[in-house]
């Protein structure tokens, strides 16, 4: 087995772009509305139940929806409500 010479120091950098925020747990009634401003997070959004409208489209039980950062969107419950996983990410070098 070769070795590395004992004076040979490795060192590496990592960059992490995406830091995960706080999640939730969302239930909008039917008819529902919740809304985020442009900010500087990106949005993971995982439909649970229900169904509901993103960024233009319908979106049931077990879709995803991804939201970059900058953009102004929102989440309107369908006729039976919805609930949804959602989770900010935090654009920044750590």
Known sequence: MQRLAPDTVVTDTITITHVPGAP?????????????????????????????????RRVQAGGYVYVPTGIDHSVQAGAWGCTFFSVESVNQAV
Do not use: K
Not at 33 to 43: F, I, K, M, P, S
């Open 24 to 56: 939730e747990f969302v239930r909008l009634e039917p008819g529902g509305e919740l809304r985020w401003d442009n900010d500087a997070t990106d949005h993971h959004i995982v439909v649970v139940s229900g169904t509901c409208r993103a960024l233009g």
